[in-house]
């Protein structure tokens, strides 16, 4: 057994306030081999597995059968599995875009063993992140238009979700991303290929890394989308070495992967930034703290239970505020959320900008007489509302349940 340790790790937060650079002084120039290998040794340390013997599709399928059968702990038989390949997981007319949903929306399925029992089939665990297996592999190859050979991937419970594309040091960086974007014209879509359901792209010369979705959308499918890793302050963390011990860092990489990515109505795959990760994992955060002190009970507590979180323009509060508040509507205690705006105009774009996100997530309302019908529904769907009809109902309305809630 390999010991394993965290590099960096907190009890609240993924994007971190404080890290200490890994020091590197006497490090001198590496190959790209080099690069890779090392970067194998530090996600082993941090608790990954290791399988350079899988090299091959059946190798591939036969440990995505172990790990589907350990996660949702079932034995599949032989035709079980093939009929689970072919109606579910591996149809080869499906498409990236389908892959992506399977991931986002889809993730559990129905199926029907061949005793007629059914069973829900998980492809990843959302609620309990640790249940789910982190492997790497690397030098996997794979033929398309082309031969390809992929550096590194990140299999979780059995599935490619994670691509690393390396340069030595030197080489620009957009290097590797012009081969990611090859790979995905000629090899990574083949037909029957599980590197259909790739998330996130990394790429690195080592002294500069990024990570971005993998979106069929021409114009988000562009360096200038590529995205550091960074603190909570915004300074990023570039090298190849300190980005493992972070952004690679088990929790921090499956909670990028299944809470902080959106795949909206227009299939478009957003992955969000750092800061982005930071101001919705800080307004989670400051909820639970308000709800295990009962601050919420009187005024004065109640006022030190809210906080401020500063956006410039166009730099995606729309999609933070809405991760941040449907990730509310799961917590067990919580009943409604509301999303309140100044101006009915905001009302309206707000519930647009929702609904692309997730068509069935969120209530709005036309008048005060909605609102109130909105919060009567037993969902828990966010209520989008103006502070004026939020006041309004409160004036009209004296003892509505929702008061104690």
Do not use: C
Request: hydrophobic letters at 35%.
């Amino acid at each position: 057994m390999i010991e394993t340790r965290p590099i960096a790790e907190t009890d609240h937060f993924i994007v971190l306030d404080q890290y200490e650079k890994i020091d590197q002084s006497g490090a001198g120039y590496q190959t790209e081999s080099d690069l890779e290998r090392e970067l194998i040794a530090d996600l082993q340390n941090q608790g990954y597995e290791y399988r350079k013997d899988l090299n091959s599709r059946e190798k591939l399928l036969a440990n995505l059968r172990e790990s589907l059968q350990n996660l949702n702990n079932v034995p599949f038989s032989d035709s079980e599995w093939q009929r689970l390949l072919d109606e579910y997981i591996d149809r080869p007319s499906e498409n990236i875009i389908d892959k992506t949903r399977k991931i986002h929306h889809d993730h559990i399925y129905d199926f029907v063993f061949d005793n007629g029992q059914i069973r829900n089939i998980y492809l990843v665990d959302k609620k309990n992140p640790a249940r789910n297996r982190l492997q790497i592999i690397n030098q996997f190859e794979q033929q398309g238009v082309y031969a390809n050979r992929y550096d590194v991937t990140v299999l979780v419970n059995g599935l490619p979700l994670v691509q690393i594309e390396l340069k030595k040091r030197g080489v620009a960086v957009r290097e590797a991303f012009n081969q990611v974007h090859r790979y995905t014209k000629e090899s990574f879509n083949a037909e029957n290929s599980l590197f259909k359901y790739l998330q996130i792209f990394v790429i690195s010369n080592g002294t500069d890394t990024r990570y971005f979705a993998n979106t069929t959308q021409r114009d988000k499918n562009s360096f200038e989308f590529t995205m550091n890793w960074a603190k909570s302050d915004n300074s990023p963390i570039k090298d190849l070495k300190d980005f493992t011990a972070t952004f690679f860092q088990k929790n921090t990489l499956l909670k990028v992967l299944l809470h902080y990515s959106v795949f909206d109505t227009g299939n478009n795959l957003l992955i969000m930034r750092p800061y982005q990760i930071a101001a919705a994992e800080r307004i989670l955060w400051k909820i639970r703290g308000s709800f295990q002190s009962k601050n919420w009970g009187n005024r004065d507590a109640a006022e030190k239970s809210g906080g401020y979180i500063w956006h410039t323009t166009g730099s995606g509060k729309t999609l933070t505020s809405f991760k941040a508040a449907r990730l509310a509507t799961g917590l067990e205690f919580i009943d409604k959320v509301f999303f309140v705006v100044d101006r009915k105009d905001l009302d309206y774009q707000t519930m647009k900008e929702y609904q692309r996100f997730s068509p069935d997530s969120v209530n709005g309302s036309d008048s005060t007489a909605g609102l109130k019908r909105n919060l009567e529904k037993d969902d828990n769907k966010i209520i989008v509302t103006t502070i004026q009809k939020l006041n309004n109902l409160m004036k009209s309305e004296e003892s509505l349940p929702v008061y104690q809630q």
